[in-house]
């Protein structure tokens, strides 16, 4: 089973429409959550931190239930622009703070 | 720019070559980390350094692998006698006390 596991997709998405997706993760010391953005061809980009009480940043919503380990993404009133791969990503800070990647899951906004 | 930088971006070698790619990370940022990525997979972790100590290695990262960072600044990442497993994205990533890690934009290795 792997550490981190993610819908590969893809999410195809009308424009101004909502989409969201989850990932969970296996090890139970996971301390901190991340989505990160990947273009096609392109490094990871940081999308935002997942907090334990959930935030929002613009479009963008993100969940954690640490019960069933689980974050989840939302994205409301997609635009174009946010066609890519999504990337669910873990740290658990006694392995050093390195990350681990699901595979992602890819969207497709279209017209 | 003040963001990871990664030379070369893309390289094609024959296998059983040697390779080295180069990091250089945030100006401020103590650690660094590679990690391997291949078509349709999320990033793998291979190593990182705290200033110049390479604290972890993973498995994946065989005998043939080698990575340093001698001053605590770049490091490199050097790839002994290569095969065509070997063809992937080689990410690097930067982080100030194990926060927030940001990405360069990689050096493509394609083996042939």
């Known amino acids: 089973r792997k550490e981190v596991e993610q819908d590969p997709g893809p999410f195809n998405v009308p424009e101004g429409a909502t989409v969201a997706f989850n990932c969970t993760y296996s090890n139970s010391a996971s301390q901190s959550f991340f989505w990160y953005r990947q273009d096609c061809r392109k490094e990871p980009k940081l999308l935002m931190s997942v907090y334990s009480s959930g935030n929002e940043d613009g479009r963008f919503t993100a969940q954690l239930n640490r019960a069933s380990q689980y974050i989840s993404l939302l994205i409301r009133d997609s635009k174009l622009s946010d066609s890519a791969t999504y990337l669910c990503?873990?740290?658990?800070?006694?392995?050093?703070?390195?990350?681990?990647f699901g595979g992602g899951t890819r969207v497709l906004v279209k017209p | 720019d003040t963001g990871v930088s990664q030379d070369p971006r893309h390289k094609i070698t024959k296998r059983g070559q040697n390779v080295t790619f180069r990091c250089d990370p945030i100006?401020?940022?103590?650690?660094l980390y590679w990690y391997r990525q291949t078509l349709g997979q999320g990033p793998e972790f291979l190593t990182y350094?705290?200033?110049?100590?390479?604290?972890?290695k993973s498995r994946l990262l065989s005998d043939r692998f080698s990575a340093e960072r001698p001053k605590g600044s770049f490091s490199t990442l050097e790839i002994q006698r290569t095969e065509q497993g070997d063809s992937a994205m080689y990410l690097c990533?930067?982080?100030?006390?194990?926060?927030?890690?940001?990405f360069g934009p990689g050096t493509r290795l394609t083996v042939t």
């Open positions: 990533a930067s982080s100030l006390l194990g926060y927030e890690q940001y």
């Open positions: 350094f705290q200033n110049e100590a390479q604290l972890e």
């Open positions: 100006s401020e940022h103590n650690r």
């Open positions: 990503v873990v740290n658990i800070k006694a392995a050093g703070n390195k990350l681990t």
